[in-house]
């Protein structure tokens, strides 16, 4: 009997175990859980369940910390809900959270290095992704705002327009006026105690905030919704014309990618990868030994693809084999056309200067839907070069043309790209 009795409890506990996804970690004021139709009262320690809906009161503030170390600090009179939230490799991770009204702060985990293109914020008159970030995002009212502490986030509204928002800036949308603002953070913006029981602003600022992000005037730009217009990055670089900026799609441990975008036009151009701040392209010496001695290799990573103003997110795997790219493939999908395109027959030159130049290059690209009877046609080139101590990274930038199988109209993507092994 007592075995018994052991037995259940060690499979409940399991159990248990299995559905936390994370754990509360701090609780100030009245909160509570909405799962499966039972209203429970919210406290330090908490497991947090998929699915959970967590609802604050006045005066309160809640932190939960995610399997991934996704930080989330949810302010007062808020309704936030985890509809998804997977924490596994680069290929299952995924998460979605979802504000109803109030405010949340959060600092992005490792599903936001994994798979930021599946990492989503729902609120109901847009979408939100992210590219490895700290960021706000408070719904009041008729209007939807998100503030960009550090990184880079996006918003995209449920009419299709996307707009991004660079570190430093908050986006507001007003659904009943259809305008969108961009603007400066403002001490409101990096502010969860901002908001009222009557649903209007504060200029409080949050206590115990450790953002190096400090309040600034508000420097308006408004611009209808209807326009094909989008704010993006600054986060490291200007060009000598100043007004074209260098903007981070993305990064894992050893590099980043991006593209310049022209403040005035919008026009997103000339892609890039880079090593991070600590790194640098692997030496030849050292590239020549891993490399040509390996007879397999898989790097697996994301990728930003780029076609006027327009701008994605996408997936790509590399194989490397004795010294040379056995396969690789990449995928996105841009202005409602799917590109899933491969890559091969590059030799990796290690005896390249990797600090300027690109340690393969190839032209020989196929359709990359396997089986398929009638492939698009791809052509044009994908490069790129290695980083880390001993190759642990590689990055790149493409530049395709599709024509599609079905005798359309051929079209051109660029992009950049970062994969770790």
């Excluded at 992000?213 to 060009?239: G, I, L, M, Y």
């Amino acid at each position: 009997m007592l075995r018994s009795m052991i037995f259940v409890l060690t499979m409940l506990f399991a159990i248990q175990a299995f559905a936390a996804i994370g754990k509360v970690a701090a609780v100030r004021g009245d909160a509570h859980f909405l799962r499966d139709n039972q209203l429970l009262v919210m406290k330090v320690g908490d497991a947090v369940e998929e699915k959970d809906q967590i609802k604050t009161g006045v005066n309160t503030k809640v932190q939960i910390v995610f399997s991934d170390r996704t930080i989330v600090t949810i302010g007062k009179n808020t309704d936030f809900s985890i509809p998804q939230y997977v924490y596994g490799n680069a290929a299952t991770s995924k998460a979605q959270f979802n504000l109803a009204k109030g405010v949340f702060k959060s600092i992005s985990g490792k599903i936001g290095k994994l798979a930021p293109q599946r990492f989503k914020i729902k609120t109901k008159t847009s979408t939100i992704g992210i590219r490895g970030t700290t960021y706000i995002v408070r719904v009041i009212g008729s209007e939807t705002s998100l503030a960009t502490l550090n990184g880079a986030t996006y918003m995209e509204l449920n009419s299709g327009k996307t707009y991004d928002v660079p570190a430093g800036k908050e986006l507001v949308y007003n659904v009943d006026t259809g305008q969108v603002t961009i603007q400066n953070i403002s001490t409101t913006s990096v502010s969860i105690d901002s908001q009222t029981s009557d649903g209007k602003k504060t200029e409080t600022a949050e206590n115990g905030s450790n953002d190096s992000d400090e309040a600034t005037s508000t420097v308006a730009t408004t611009v209808s919704s209807t326009e094909n217009t989008s704010q993006n990055v600054d986060t490291n670089s200007v060009k000598t014309d100043s007004t074209t900026v260098k903007v981070v799609a993305g990064s894992d441990t050893y590099s980043s990618y991006g593209y310049w975008l022209n403040q005035t036009t919008q026009e997103k151009t000339d892609p890039y990868t880079e090593a991070k701040t600590g790194y640098a392209a692997t030496t030849p010496s050292v590239l020549s030994s891993v490399i040509t001695g390996q007879s397999s290799l898989r790097y697996a990573g994301n990728l930003v693809a780029i076609s006027g103003t327009s701008n994605v997110s996408g997936n790509v795997t590399m194989d490397v084999s004795y010294g040379q790219i056995s396969s690789g493939n990449l995928q996105f999908t841009l202005n409602g056309d799917a590109w899933n395109f491969s890559f091969s027959n590059a030799t990796i030159n290690t005896n390249q200067n990797t600090d300027t130049g690109y340690s393969f290059s190839t032209t020989s690209l196929t359709d990359g839907v396997t089986g398929s009877d009638f492939p698009d046609t791809y052509s044009g080139t994908v490069k790129g070069r290695f980083y880390g101590p001993n190759a642990e990274g590689v990055g790149g930038i493409f530049d395709v043309n599709r024509t599609p199988n079905s005798g359309g109209t051929a079209s051109n993507a660029k992009g950049s790209f970062s994969a770790v092994k």
